[in-house]
């Protein structure tokens, strides 16, 4: 089976720029998560979707930081307008229950200029 | 609101010894579950074991046990025999099992392995 898979692998934006991040969850899985992780704050929940439906949307994240799930296989992170902060490591992951492991994705390394 | 807490930044310790890693979570809810993972130099974030909070028994998986102590909301992963390859930074993590919540980390613990 196909683990949780992350485009692009790295990206550079200019500040100020509309950047697209994206994740296929392991097929079959209800719920999916995107974490941004820094060397500072470590792992922090950004959106959680279970069955497609958004369930924790991180307050702090709402203002710029859009997610969605298009369908149950695929889903998308959008950043709007970047700023040189959101540089970070932006992790998919996913898993089929509450009590079961949550994989990952390799992550899209995310640098703002 | 679920918290988990890693007081210990880096460790470091000599290859076939064992180590032990501290992890202490706050939670409201009477059932979750808890998550050790491990990320390699890579950055890729591997699943380790996982202990429910209803069971008594300490899970095990391979060289990784788990020390569980439910009163102290405490949940120690010890790795025995350790390798070089076990260097890496360890999480610890808690989803609340009646709650439809996302799975919360501790900031990780460093092991370093040496020879």
């Known amino acids: 089976d196909a683990g949780v898979t992350q485009t692009p692998r790295h990206e550079v934006a200019e500040k100020g720029q509309t950047i697209i991040l994206k994740c296929e969850p392991v097929s079959g899985h209800n719920d999916l998560f995107w974490y941004r992780q820094t060397k500072i704050q470590g792992l922090e929940l950004l959106s959680y979707f279970r069955s497609k439906s958004l369930m924790e949307d991180g307050g702090a994240f709402k203002d710029r930081f859009k997610a969605e799930m298009l369908n149950s296989s695929f889903s998308t992170l959008k950043i709007q307008p970047t700023e040189p902060k959101d540089s970070a490591v932006y992790l998919c992951?996913?898993?089929?229950?509450?009590?079961?492991?949550?994989?990952f994705g390799k992550g899209t390394r995310l640098t703002v200029v | 609101a679920q918290k988990v807490t890693q007081t210990q930044t880096s460790i470091s310790v000599m290859e076939k010894t064992t180590v032990t890693m501290d992890c202490v979570y706050e939670?409201?809810?009477?059932?979750?579950?808890l998550f050790w993972y491990k990320q390699t130099a890579s950055g890729e974030i591997v699943f380790l074991i996982r202990q429910d909070s209803y069971k008594k028994e300490n899970a095990t998986v391979g060289h990784y046990s788990l020390n569980f102590q439910k009163p102290k909301s405490s949940i120690g992963l010890i790795i025995t025999a350790t390798q070089i390859e076990d260097s890496a930074v360890y999480f610890c993590a808690m989803r609340e099992g009646n709650y439809a919540q996302g799975l919360t980390f501790g900031l990780g613990t460093r092991v370093s392995v040496f020879p």
């Open positions: 992951a996913s898993s089929f229950d509450t009590n079961t492991e949550v994989f």
């Open positions: 939670t409201q809810d009477s059932s979750y579950f």
